[in-house]
C-alpha cells in the first residue's frame, strides 16, 4: 500500500535514475536471452565497443550534444511545471530557418553565413515555442497538446519544403535541399572525425544555464511558481512571464539544436534531421534530476544507447527498433521509481478478528453448596401404583 511522504525522499531522489537504469539492463538482458542472443555479448556491443575508438567518442559527442541542448531548455520549463513536449517541431523550425539562410546565401562567400544560421535557428525555435505560449495565456490551451500537435506541422512543412520549392534540382528527386556550402557548415575539430565546433554553443549552453539555475532570482521564481502556485501568487511572481519564458527558451534551445544538426554532420535540410532527439531529450532532462550537470550525464547516456543501438543492428542483426525499446524501458522504470519519492510503500496490516463474546453467565462461587440433585421421577412407581390399583 502506498502511503504519502510527509516530505519528499532527497535520498529517492538520488537513487531512482540509478534504479532505472538496472532495472532496464535486467530487462534488456532478458530481452536478449528471448531472441537467442547472449546478454554479455550484447551489452559489450551496446555500451563498450562503441567507445573503444576515437571516432567512436567524436559519435559520441555529436549524438549528444543536441539532446543535452535540448534537455536545458526543456528543465527550464518542467521545474515551472510548464510541460513541453513538442520540442522536435522546434527543432525542426530551427532547421528550417537556419537551412534557409544557407539556401539563400547559398555561393556567398562570408564568414557572417553560420552566424547569421544561428541566430535565424534561434528565432525559429523561439518563435515557435512562443505559439503554444500565447494560446496558453490567451486561451489556456494545453501546452501538452499544442505542442505536440505544432510538431507535426513543423514535420509536414518541411517535407513540404524539400520535396517542392526547396528541392535540390540535382538530387535525383530525393527530398531534400541543395548540400550547403563551407561557409554555412561548422568547422570539423579533428581530421576524418565529424566533431565540430558546434559542441561550443552546447558547452556554452551549459554553463549559462547552470548559472542561471543557481544564481538567478528569475529561476527561483519559476521554480516557486511550478511547485507552490498559491505561494507564487502571493508573493506577486507572474503565471504568464512563466509559460512565456519557458517555452520560449526551450524553443530557442531546439532550434540551436536544428541548426547544428543541419550545419554539421548532415549538411543540408532532408527529412532525417533528428532520430527523434526532441522526444528522447524529455527523457535526459528527467533522468538528469532537471540539473545542468545532472542532463550532461544523462545525455551522454541517452547518445551511448543511440550509438549501441545502431551497432546492434549491424553486429547482432537486431532491429533498428531496440533503441527505441530501450529508451521507452528506461523512462518507463524512472517514472515508476519516481513514484516513491512522495510515496512509500508500507505494508497493509491485516486486521484482527474479534472472537464472540461468550454468553454472559452469573458469577461462579465456588464455595457454595451445591445444588441438591432431585431424581428425576421414573415410571416405576407409577406403573407399581398402577397395578396395585387394578389388584384392589
Known amino acids: 500500500m502506498l502511503e504519502p511522504r510527509p516530505n519528499p525522499s532527497r535520498k529517492m531522489q538520488l537513487a531512482s535514475p540509478l534504479i532505472a537504469i538496472a532495472l532496464t539492463l535486467f530487462v534488456g538482458g532478458n530481452l536478449f536471452i528471448a531472441l537467442h542472443k547472449s ?25 549528444a550534444g543536441p539532446l543535452i541542448l535540448i534537455a536545458q531548455g526543456l528543465a527550464i520549463g518542467f521545474r515551472a511545471r510548464i510541460f513541453n513536449i513538442g520540442a522536435e517541431g522546434q527543432l525542426i523550425m530551427g532547421a528550417i530557418c537556419g ?18 544560421m544561428v541566430l535565424a535557428g534561434a528565432v525559429g525555435g523561439g518563435l515557435w515555442g512562443a505559439l503554444p505560449a500565447w494560446l496558453k495565456t490567451h486561451f489556456n490551451a494545453e501546452e501538452t497538446l499544442t505542442t505536440l500537435m505544432l510538431s507535426y506541422v513543423a514535420s509536414f512543412l518541411l517535407s513540404w519544403l524539400v520535396s517542392s520549392p526547396w528541392r535540390d534540382p540535382g538530387g535525383m528527386n530525393f527530398p531534400q535541399s541543395v548540400m550547403f556550402g563551407d561557409p554555412a557548415l561548422f568547422s570539423m575539430l579533428f581530421e576524418g572525425m565529424r566533431v565540430n565546433t558546434s ?20 529561476a527561483y521564481q519559476l521554480t516557486v511558481g511550478g511547485q507552490a502556485p498559491q505561494a507564487a501568487r502571493y508573493a506577486g511572481f507572474s503565471s504568464r512571464r512563466t509559460v512565456w519564458v519557458s517555452l520560449v527558451v526551450s524553443g530557442v534551445t531546439a532550434g540551436l539544436a536544428g541548426v547544428g544538426e543541419v550545419a554539421g554532420p548532415i549538411g543540408q535540410l532532408n527529412l532525417n534531421i ?3 532527439y526532441g522526444y528522447a531529450a524529455i527523457i535526459v532532462a528527467w533522468i538528469g534530476r532537471l540539473h545542468p550537470v545532472g542532463i550532461v550525464l544523462s545525455g551522454l547516456l541517452m547518445a551511448l544507447i543511440y550509438l549501441g543501438g545502431e551497432a ?6 537486431l532491429p533498428a527498433a531496440i533503441t527505441g ?3 521507452g524501458l528506461l523512462l518507463f522504470f524512472l517514472l515508476g521509481c519516481d513514484v516513491f519519492i512522495d510515496y512509500r510503500l508500507r505494508r497493509h496490516k491485516r486486521k484482527k478478528r474479534i472472537a464472540p ?4 453467565r452469573g458469577p461462579e462461587t465456588p464455595d457454595a453448596p451445591e445444588t441438591a440433585m432431585v431424581p428425576e421421577p421414573t415410571a416405576a412407581p407409577l406403573r407399581t401404583a398402577s397395578i396395585q390399583g387394578e389388584r384392589a
Open 312 to 317: 546492434a543492428q549491424v553486429t547482432l542483426q
Open 357 to 360: 463474546t461468550p454468553a454472559v
Open 199 to 218: 559542441i561550443f554553443i552546447v558547452i556554452a549552453a551549459v554553463l549559462v544555464f547552470w548559472v542561471f539555475v543557481t544564481k538567478s532570482f528569475l
Open 325 to 327: 525499446l530501450f529508451q
Open 274 to 276: 533528428s532520430p527523434g
Open 99 to 116: 537551412g534557409g539562410i544557407a539556401i539563400w546565401l547559398d555561393g556567398v562567400d562570408s564568414a557572417w553565413v553560420l552566424p547569421l
Open 39 to 63: 546478454p554479455l555479448d550484447a551489452f559489450r556491443v551496446f555500451f563498450i565497443e562503441p567507445l573503444s575508438t576515437a571516432n567512436g567518442w567524436s559519435e559520441l559527442a555529436i549524438k
